[in-house]
């Protein structure tokens, strides 16, 4: 029996989290949640799986909460609650599924303890990629990808390292925009950016598939996660969503991992590896399969993607920046202040604005964040 912690347990990647220890229930039990300031279905959560403790971001939430379930559960509070529930003793894995740099103080402890870790979160690794991997290594933690295509190179991957590899294809299924021509993109409606053809997705990703720059991020990822240089991973469009990634070795064999595009397959890998357990997702039915699509993406009619290769030859701070800048530009195009084709040329002004800083330590690409965070709010009017 392993002992989970959820960490942003009632956001998408936290529900269906819960959704397989929930269909696993020999195998693991979530002892933590944590919430930004979901009471509403932390609540509900606490009396389906009676967790032994919470952390809640909000310290007047937190407080309520408390009041009614302070007997039966440890409440803990904000980010300080936080570093401090992870390294329970308790705990055996960390699924670390909060989004944006907001992760990576909880992140470092939960490595620091020498737990487990599944990681959905893509801002801590695309901003500090070198540096975490550095710590999990000195503290022998393996870092186990929850993100689809993370999670498809490291089981094509299959315990070789980088050096046995040629290249990774990095799939992405091209989002809500693919087949439009770049024209249109000026007219397109939010409502439109909004619903992607494959995965259901909290906003903010969902809008990063559509200007690409998702990929971009899970590019940096890559090259962090399993040490590879950006020239060995190639982005593929692939429409249908169900290669999650292929890697192709030195001898020109090439794996591909092919499931269902639901996020409980990776998910379930991340918690259960080296196992594999029988799970509630059914493979694919190849014999009603239609055709599988390949395809090259276009870096001028998708420049996310370009500036993401930027900052992945530069490195130092320039990623940090990228997803700061981008988040921001994100924020205004859901807030209705930043048009849809405004995204990637406020992230490519303030890369271009950016003085470099190679082998940042924490507190530099905190600082290269901010920065970004500041001018883009800046040029956007986010408040
Ligand atoms: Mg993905």
Redesign the pocket.
């Known amino acids: 029996m392993k002992n989970i912690a959820v960490l942003g347990s009632t956001g998408s990647i936290g529900q269906n989290t819960l959704a397989v220890i929930r269909s696993l229930p020999g195998q693991f039990r979530a002892v933590a949640l944590s919430v930004q300031s979901d009471t509403v279905l932390l609540k509900k959560q606490i009396r389906e799986f009676k967790p032994r403790m919470v952390c809640v971001a909000d310290p007047q939430r937190a407080l309520k909460l408390k009041k009614e379930f302070g007997g039966l559960v440890k409440v803990f509070c904000g980010q300080v609650g936080l570093g401090q529930m992870v390294k329970d003793r308790q705990i055996d894995q960390v699924m670390v599924a909060i989004t944006g740099a907001a992760a990576l103080p909880p992140l470092i402890s939960a490595i620091t303890a020498g737990k487990e870790i599944a990681l959905a979160n893509k801002e801590a690794l695309v901003i500090s990629g070198q540096l975490l991997m550095g710590l999990a290594r000195k503290h022998h933690v393996l870092i186990r990808p929850v993100?689809?295509?993370?999670s498809a190179i490291w089981q094509g991957l299959g315990g070789y390292c980088a050096k046995h590899v040629r290249c990774v294809y990095l799939t992405a299924s091209g989002g809500p925009l693919w087949k439009l021509p770049a024209k249109s993109f000026k007219r397109v409606s939010r409502e439109r950016i909004l619903k992607h053809p494959r995965?259901k997705m909290g906003k903010k990703?969902t809008v990063d598939s559509a200007t690409l720059m998702?990929?971009g991020l899970?590019l940096l990822e890559a090259m962090f996660l399993f040490d590879l240089s950006f020239r060995q991973i190639k982005v593929l469009i692939h429409p249908e969503a169900l290669v999650h990634s292929m890697v192709e070795f030195n001898d020109g064999i090439t794996l591909a991992q092919i499931s269902a595009t639901d996020m409980r397959v990776p998910i379930q890998y991340a918690l259960s590896y080296p196992q594999r357990f029988t799970g509630p997702v059914r493979g694919i039915d190849f014999y009603s399969w239609p055709q599988l699509h390949f395809a090259k993406p276009d870096l001028d009619k998708f420049p996310c993607l370009g500036l993401a290769y930027q900052a992945a030859k530069s490195l130092g701070t320039l990623p940090a920046v990228l997803n700061a800048a981008n988040e921001i530009a994100v924020e205004g195009f859901l807030q209705g202040k930043v048009s849809f084709i405004k995204i990637p040329s406020i992230v490519e002004k303030l890369m271009r604005r950016h003085r470099i800083i190679s082998n940042p330590g924490f507190s530099q690409v905190m600082a290269a964040d901010n920065w970004a965070r500041l001018e883009a709010k800046c040029l956007t009017g986010v408040v």
């Open positions: 993100d689809s295509e993370q995965w990703i998702n990929k899970e």
